[in-house]
């Protein structure tokens, strides 16, 4: 998921975010909003009217009329603001809560809706950024800034009419001053936005340096460098100019915005006085209107730093609609259903991420109660196989057919309930051991769950921890290999028609890898077997092998008697596995 910006374009389509908002709105929650936006307008009129009170004050108090009645006015205008605000507040809070809840809701509903394999690592990063933070960040937007530009916007509107009627030549000023001092502010603003975005690079490349310096220690402790790393060090000056560069433009930005206002504020002071020295203005009510343009300055000011403080929720929204907006995986209307033997038949398969091939017109049949193998060298394609059969993806060209029928017409739900997957990115629930286990199939009895332990070597991991030892988030108190080996428990205890094993394997010692290899056996009458592996010695049993090139074509296709008795790359592969055996260390003596 891609970091969202704030180009100047969004500004302009949305400049209040109420649009972007209203699509994560639940109904109740557009209704609030709106009583929110209503009671905040209503508040910035009626503080508007209690600025220009104090003109009618000032007369009074040179005699020209009783002070009493506009005294208890502006006492009347304060308690109804005051009541409204309240009100207004609570609105505010139940709107920002409402929009939480809706968000979290729409992006769920969204999420059940995409290909498995938007999820990588960069997208799932940035999705628990957007639920732990982000949403919080646009809740905050709602619940403070929008109000806040409402109800300033109604002050500034009030104040400029009341203005234009009591004194035209200042109303005609102060109608100058606004739209301009609004858009020195927005440029100051987007001044900023481009120095922040400027040191966005160089602060991630620090970042990714960081990491690399932190991972790369065993290495750099060996070679005596642990305290020098020439990368980390370039990337923290590149980073170090970057941010003086920042300081400098932002503080470019601010000093224009400031001397803009403070002129703006000596304008209308110079108006005043003028009017005073023309005899249109007493003493007190010249001192009046130069309290009122300094309220409208302020309250412009506080205006522009309200729309600057849209801009992070702007920025929250925009990588939420980066997941609404995500292509969903097409669902047929009417899901075939297929004969439920477990055949799986790769017809002309070819497939790429972006521009960059993979697959290239992969065919093979994997016939129920039969082991298929899938070997190859390092980014052939092996586990896209799996992942395409598993429908992570679809097919550029060609089809991948579950049961005689093609998984785009299958449905998801259908494809999902007729596989078991192992992959090497295991991924355990925050539970216990034996509720990690059930995930495979919940309604499974535990003489059911303690029999797919024991074929995958789990028990020996609940005798030493117990059966209800919580495994922490994602597994992270199991080992690697404890971890997959659970990951195999489920997919021995659902018992589906169809077991995808990706490298699964490989981080299980020699015992547990019998274990495995037995319960394969156990299962491959009911089951038709995947397997993608490079220890060769697992896959001897199997009744074929389909052989990738580095291209991501079939090569070969074969027993392991017949792939090893001719040249090709599967028997070079073997050649390989026998002649890294064969290897000891010798004492010198020999």
């Known amino acids: 998921m891609s970091n969202a910006t704030t180009p100047v374009s969004s500004r302009l389509r949305d400049p209040l975010l109420t649009r972007s908002v209203k699509k994560l ?248 006085a003028d009017l005073a020295v023309e005899g249109a203005l007493s003493p007190l009510e010249t001192i009046a209107i130069i309290g009122i343009s300094l309220r409208f300055t302020r309250t412009l000011e506080q205006l522009g730093s309200s729309f600057v403080g849209l801009d992070a929720g702007r920025i929250a929204l925009a990588e939420t609609e980066l997941i609404t907006d995500a292509p969903s995986l097409p669902e047929p209307t009417t899901p075939r259903l297929g004969d439920g033997s477990g055949n799986v038949e790769l017809l002309n398969v070819t497939f790429g991420y972006g521009d960059k091939p993979v697959l290239v017109d992969v065919t093979f049949h994997a016939r129920p109660g039969t082991v298929t193998a899938i070997v190859g060298p390092s980014g052939s394609g092996k586990t896209t196989i799996a992942r395409l059969i598993s429908r992570f993806w679809d097919v550029d060209s060609g089809a991948v057919m579950v049961d005689g029928v093609d998984i785009r017409e299958l449905g998801t739900e259908q494809l999902m309930s007729r596989l078991s997957m192992v992959f090497q990115d295991v991924y355990l629930f925050d539970d216990s051991l034996i509720a990690n286990i059930r995930v495979g199939r919940p309604d499974a009895s535990d003489e059911e769950v303690f029999r797919a332990a024991d074929l995958s070597g789990v028990t020996s991991i609940a005798n030493r921890l117990g059966w209800h030892t919580p495994v922490g988030e994602g597994g992270r108190l199991l080992s690697g290999g404890e971890r997959q080996r659970v990951s195999v428990a489920r997919a021995l205890l659902k018992q589906a028609p169809i077991v995808l094993f990706d490298e699964a394997t490989s981080a299980l010692d020699a015992e547990n890898e019998a274990n495995i290899l037995a319960a394969m056996d156990e299962l491959r009458e009911q089951s038709t077997f995947i397997v993608i592996a490079h220890k060769l010695d697992t896959i001897k049993s199997a009744d074929q092998i389909v052989v990738l090139d580095e291209h991501g074509q079939v090569s070969q296709l074969g027993t392991h008697s017949e792939l090893s008795d001719v040249p090709g790359i599967y028997r070079h592969f073997w050649q390989q596995r026998k002649a890294a055996s064969g290897w000891k260390i010798s004492s010198g003596r020999d």
């Open 25 to 272: 709105q639940s109904p109740v929650g557009h209704k609030l909003n709106k009583r929110y936006a209503c009671l905040s307008l209503i508040v910035g009129v009626l503080d508007g009217l209690a600025v220009l009170t104090l003109v009618p004050l000032t007369k009074a108090l040179d005699g020209d009329t009783t002070i009493a009645p506009w005294m208890w006015t502006l006492l009347a205008i304060a308690l109804v603001a005051f009541a409204l605000r309240f009100f207004a507040t609570l609105a505010s809070y139940h709107t920002a809560l409402d929009f939480i809840r809706a968000a979290h809701t729409t992006v769920g509903d969204k999420l059940a809706t995409l290909p498995l394999g938007w999820f990588v690592p960069a997208n799932t990063g940035g999705l628990s950024r957007l639920v732990s933070d982000r949403f919080m960040v646009a809740s905050e937007t709602i619940a403070h800034v929008q109000g806040t530009i409402y109800r300033d916007s109604a002050a500034l509107v009030t104040l400029l009419v009341g203005a234009c009627f009591w004194n035209p030549k200042l109303g005609l000023v102060l109608l100058i001053i606004a739209p301009l001092a609004l858009v020195v502010m927005q440029l100051a603003a987007w001044i900023r936005e481009k120095a922040s975005n400027r040191a966005l690079g160089p602060s991630k490349e620090l970042s990714q340096r960081i990491v690399e310096f932190a991972n790369r220690q065993p290495a750099l402790r060996a070679a005596g460098q642990s305290q020098v790393f020439a990368p980390l060090e370039q990337a923290l000056e590149i980073d170090h100019k970057a941010r003086i560069r920042e300081l400098w433009v932002s503080t470019l930005a601010l000093l224009l915005n400031g001397i803009v206002v403070q002129i703006f504020i000596v304008a209308l002071i110079m108006v005043s």
